[in-house]
């Protein structure tokens, strides 16, 4: 269906809002006035305000004109929000297991039976003490990073940590880096804070359009890749094999560093090798336990070559000094009395499940997603606006996010990001039965 031409001054105006080019409070045209000003019919111009006022951007007052309001905080996909106790939460990811809580007493019962609390109370080597290191790198290679050893494995408080260490040890303000065109929101917030330039690359089937990455390292000066190989935030996709090697291989030919994220990659088995296999010379390859085991843990790995890991170290102390070690001794005993890779295979199949609820509930709308993760990407048709979608289903109490978040380029898809981990399984079925229904309504 071809988009409707008044669409593209809805995004314009919707944009300028949202970037404080047009502040809250701001008195727009009259209807005659914008018809006249953009050569539309007037009828035409109040849908423009009607859906500016469904996106909840500006109010209608009778008798005074059109103005522009204060945004209401949609979905991030990256902030929490402090949502009411009846909100439904489907922007962000959080998954539990029923047994989790019981876990955590009965391993802080055993630390406090060990007898060394003693030397947790004291500060630890910023990167780890050798045995959890030596931990981290078994796990690491148990899940397909055969080359980790405790001498290139660090202890970070999170993947965010990890993304944001290795930007901060590796990479210099105004270097550029290459993403896709939708990433996780957190290399943004990293890569700001660092003032690195995201350079945004297409997407092509499951994975990066490599010949545009290419072109954009013959253009520009590339520093680094940006990357979400094994099962990529929002699009849920699996790079295979073949263009992993084509990845690497333009990595090498101009000299880029790998930054290779893999938070999510527990849910994706029989994945090809991770690019750090791959490239172990030029990738630094960074994971987590908050969503395989638990969000509060905030206990992340970094995989990198040799040479480079004092250098993320010495960010690791200006950042946090080292992981909490109470939360990193409990991380390690559960990798090594195989709890880690019990509650990874749970969540799987907790996964696969829940887009199963999804599948049947939404039937009819396009899905992008893999089968086992624990979010889902909805493109939406030309004339449906996501932040329209995103507000009445914030009225229905359910957030969402929107591809705001997620977008490195200028031309922002409507679609939305459905974060299926966080609520139980009933609450989700009936969620997702009113996200279609409120995607219909604004369909025509």
Avoid at 383 to 405: F, G, K, Y
Wanted: charged share 20%; proline share 7%.
């Amino acid at each position: 269906m071809r988009e409707p031409r008044y669409k593209p001054l809805v995004d314009r105006l919707a944009a300028d809002i949202r970037a404080g080019r047009l502040l809250p409070g701001t008195r727009l045209p009259t209807h005659r006035d914008l018809a006249e000003r953009e050569g539309l019919a007037l009828v035409t111009a109040t849908r423009v305000y009607a859906e500016l006022q469904a996106m909840g951007l500006v109010s209608g007052e009778t008798g005074r004109g059109t103005f522009v309001k204060e945004p209401l905080p949609l979905g991030q996909g990256i902030d929490l929000h402090a949502w009411g106790a009846d909100t439904v939460d489907l922007s962000f990811n959080y998954p539990s297991s029923p047994d989790q809580a019981e876990l955590f007493r009965a391993a802080l019962r055993q630390l406090a039976a060990r007898g060394d609390l003693e030397s947790l109370l004291r500060y630890q080597p910023h990167g780890g003490r050798d045995h959890e290191r030596a931990a981290a790198a078994r796990h690491l290679s148990d899940g397909g990073l055969k080359a980790a050893t405790a001498e290139t494995v660090l202890l970070v408080s999170g993947a965010q940590h990890g993304l944001t260490t290795t930007a901060m040890a590796l990479l210099e303000p105004g270097d550029v880096v290459a993403v896709d065109a939708l990433t996780y929101p957190g290399f943004k917030l990293a890569a700001e804070a660092n003032r690195l330039e995201l350079a945004p690359i297409p997407a092509a089937g499951r994975g990066p359009d490599l010949d545009a990455l290419a072109a954009l390292c013959r253009r520009r000066r590339v520093r680094a890749v940006y990357t979400m190989p094994t099962l990529h935030n929002p699009l849920g996709w699996v790079t295979g094999a073949a263009r992993r090697r084509e990845l690497v291989a333009i990595a090498r030919r101009h000299g880029l560093l790998i930054i290779e994220d893999a938070a999510y990659a527990f849910l994706a088995e029989h994945a090809p090798p991770p690019l750090a296999s791959l490239a172990p010379e030029t990738t630094v390859y960074v994971s987590s336990l908050s969503k395989s085991v638990a969000t509060g843990l905030r206990v992340g790995f970094v995989h990198a070559p040799r040479e480079w890991i004092p250098k993320i170290e010495r960010k690791i102390r200006a950042t946090t000094w080292n992981t909490p070690a109470t939360m990193t001794a409990i991380a390690c005993g559960w990798i090594d009395d195989g709890t880690v890779a019990l509650l990874e295979a749970e969540k799987r199949r907790d996964a696969a499940l829940r887009q199963d609820i999804a599948a049947r509930m939404l039937h009819g709308l396009k899905r992008v997603g893999h089968p086992a993760s624990y979010f889902l990407w909805l493109p939406l048709a030309p004339e449906v606006r996501s932040d329209a979608v995103a507000m009445a289903l914030q009225r229905e109490r359910i957030s969402v996010s929107t591809a705001h978040p997620y977008s490195t380029s200028p031309q922002v898809p409507h679609a939305i990001r459905l974060a299926l981990g966080s609520v139980s399984l009933p609450t989700l079925e009936q969620s997702l039965e009113t996200v279609a229904r409120v995607i219909a309504d604004h369909t025509f």
